[in-house]
Nanobody
Framework: VQLQASGGGLVQPGGSLLLSCAAS????????WGWYRQPPGKQREMVAR???????DYVDPVKGRFSIFRDNAKNTVYLKMDSLKPEDTAVYYC?????????WGQGTLVTVSS
């Protein structure tokens, strides 16, 4: 299983971005997806996650601004980010839980700056 993340880039404060992460391969079911981020000089932290039941969870700083959703048929997860702030600048990683084994995407850089 390989995860390919995309959608990062440079955006002005208040702007929006849509990240996506697709899992390639066959014969697996993704139980949960997660988006994590690692700001410059800081540790990686969870941003949002979504279970196969579509139950979602968000870290407090992004609640109301970010939305995670998935397309099970395409084995793809998305992170819609609105009202972006400079403190959202980070490398964003996707994560997939497949039968308790965790897979990571390569990361996509999001820079929020004027």
């Amino acid at each position: 299983v390989q995860l390919q993340a995309s959608g990062g880039g440079l955006v002005q404060p208040g702007g929006s971005l849509l990240l996506s992460c697709a899992a390639s391969g066959s014969g697996f079911t993704i139980y949960a997806w997660g988006w994590y981020r690692q700001p410059p000089g800081k540790q990686r932290e969870m941003v949002a996650r979504i279970l196969r039941s579509d139950t979602t969870d968000y870290v407090d700083p992004v609640k109301g601004r970010f939305s995670i959703f998935r397309d099970n048929a395409k084995n793809t997860v998305y992170l819609k980010m609105d009202s972006l702030k400079p403190e959202d600048t980070a490398v964003y990683y996707c994560n997939a839980d497949i039968l308790g084994r965790f897979y990571w995407g390569q990361g996509t850089l999001v820079t929020v700056s004027s």
